[in-house]
Every structure is written in structure tokens, then in C-alpha cells.
């Protein structure tokens, strides 16, 4: 059978109207059934579709035995064995909680106001900073800042929120001769992170307003798209938590230049709300928040 992200309408179980399965004690309603276009057995192909919504997650589950069809809809006689054989099947499923997540030398960071989560070498400090210029990011603010230290080097994170779903980076061009402004915006109607260039790209690739989807191959262990920043050498990064609202990890120079990963940091942030995004497997995450700890131990 297959297990996959689906559709259920609430955590508050199935609706009254529709029939459900109880497997190992979870709930798991009826959703849907589909009919086959080839024959089988003379007749259509039912197959009968599970969903179940679990701490935020939703499932669904695809039994892979199908029933031939009578012209009335009814299932003939072999079906009966064949409904022995799933439940049998569906009696031992079951979930399992996961992993813990712990890594030597390295803690985790939880703001349950903004709702994300990263990960930092223990010896080092995480401090509230004031911000100082809460409209540094055109289309919307800045509400809060983390500043996350060993007293030489600094990463900070920036929290900040768009009514408009949108957000443009020019932070990095003073200082950058080939760096230009960059714009990001969430088309709802594509459903779609897209990237604009106000002044073009400095190689011409892209021209001044030309609008195309970005590029979101790089993801966070929590499934989070990681968007370039307007900085060199890969010194900041834009992170959406929702369509709205948006973490900025910015470090200094020495870390830019003088590591392997200048955004291993940025690459441990969850979002506490589940829907928002898949985090990786508790392997790989622990993969991740090592590679993490490696990266801060050359500093």
C-alpha cells in the first residue's frame, strides 16, 4: 500500500457522513473511490482511498488490492477474500512517534511567537538585539531580531512580516559591486515563489521587472525554502515560514568567506507549525545539524 500526504478535512476525526476504518486505534475515513479505466476481471476497477489527519499531518492510504465490478457495482464473491487480506494488512498499521533529535555541543533555539526553530553550537550565545531599522525590507517590517554570537562572530536573524506576501533585499548592494536588489513575491493564483530583479540582473540575464519562479531547490531540514539574498558569497539567505512572514539569516564576513557552509545555520530552521512544510527524516537532520557543528568549529 502507499502512505502519502492527503486530504483530510480536520483533526477532529472523520465526517459523520462518511464511513471509516479503525486501524490499531486510529480513525481513518473513507475519502474516496475511483474506478479504474482498464478491465478487470470483465468489470471496473474500485479502489477504496483512507484518510486519517494526525498531529497536524494529514494521510492517505491506497490499498493496492482492487475488486472487479458488476454492472450493478456490487463486488462478487472472490472480493471476500480479498477484504480478509487487506484488513489483515491494515490491522498492523500503526504510528510510530518520532525520533528524538540530539546532537553533542549543539542546542536548539525555539521562538514560539514566530513559530521556527534552528539549531547553535552550545557555546555560543543567542540574545535579542534592538532593531534598528524596522523598514529595512520594503513591503513590510521587521518585528524582531536575534542576534547569535561567540563574542567574534555573529550571525542575526531577522523576523519579518508582508501584508503584500513579498519581500525585497537591497542590503547587500552598497558594499557588493556585481550584488543588486532582489525582489520575492508568493503568487497565489500559481501558488508559486517568484523572483523579480527591480534594476535587472547585473549579468542580464533577467531583465529590470521581468517576473520568473525562483528558485527553491535549496530547502532547510524543515522543508523550508531557502531564497538568495542580495548579499555575496552567500552571506544572507530568505527564508518563508508562511506566504507572509519571513526569517532573514544574515552572517558576518568571516563567516562568508572563511567556511565551508556560510548558511549551515539556516539550514537547521523548523517551522512549528507542521502544515507549514515536510521536515526531513530525524537521520537527516541530525546529518545536518552536525555538518552544522562542523562548519563552527573552524571558527
Not at 522543508?223 to 530568505?238: D, E, K, V, Y
Amino acid at each position: 500500500m502507499v502512505v502519502q500526504s492527503g486530504g483530510c478535512a480536520s483533526e477532529d476525526g472523520p465526517s459523520p457522513n462518511r464511513p471509516s476504518i479503525s486501524l490499531n486505534g486510529v480513525v481513518f475515513a473513507v475519502t474516496d473511490i475511483t474506478y479504474d479505466t482498464q478491465n478487470y476481471g470483465g468489470g471496473n476497477v474500485a479502489v477504496t482511498k483512507y484518510c486519517s489527519f494526525q498531529k497536524g499531518l494529514q494521510y492517505e492510504i491506497f490499498p493496492k488490492i482492487s475488486y472487479p465490478l458488476t454492472t450493478e457495482y456490487v463486488k462478487d464473491s472472490s472480493s471476500v477474500d480479498k477484504d480478509v487480506t487487506l484488513n489483515k494488512m491494515l490491522s498492523t498499521f500503526k504510528f510510530t512517534p518520532p525520533s528524538k533529535v540530539a546532537v553533542s555541543g549543539m542546542q536548539q533555539y525555539t521562538d514560539s511567537n514566530f513559530g521556527f526553530s534552528f539549531w547553535y553550537p552550545s557555546s555560543w550565545q543567542v540574545t535579542q538585539a534592538t532593531v534598528q531599522n524596522q523598514n529595512k525590507y520594503p513591503g513590510g517590517t521587521i518585528s524582531n531580531q536575534l542576534n547569535v554570537s561567540n563574542g567574534k562572530n555573529l550571525v542575526t536573524i531577522e523576523e519579518f512580516s508582508s501584508p503584500a506576501f513579498s519581500i525585497t533585499d537591497s542590503t547587500g548592494v552598497g558594499a557588493c559591486p556585481v550584488c543588486v536588489p532582489i525582489h520575492y513575491y508568493f503568487d497565489a493564483s500559481l501558488h508559486t515563489w517568484m523572483v523579480e530583479y527591480p534594476n535587472g540582473t547585473e549579468s542580464g540575464i533577467q531583465k529590470a521587472g521581468v517576473s520568473a519562479p525562483a528558485d527553491v531547490s535549496v530547502n532547510t531540514m524543515g522543508g523550508l525554502h531557502m531564497l538568495a539574498g542580495s548579499h555575496r558569497f552567500g552571506a544572507n539567505t530568505i527564508i518563508p515560514l508562511r506566504a507572509r512572514n519571513f526569517v532573514v539569516v544574515t552572517v558576518d564576513g568571516e563567516i562568508a568567506t572563511g567556511t565551508s557552509d556560510p548558511q549551515a545555520l539556516a539550514r537547521t530552521i523548523l517551522a512549528l507549525d507542521p502544515k507549514v512544510a515536510m521536515p526531513w527524516s530525524a537521520v537527516l537532520q541530525i546529518q545536518t545539524i552536525k555538518s552544522e557543528a562542523d562548519v563552527y568549529k573552524a571558527l
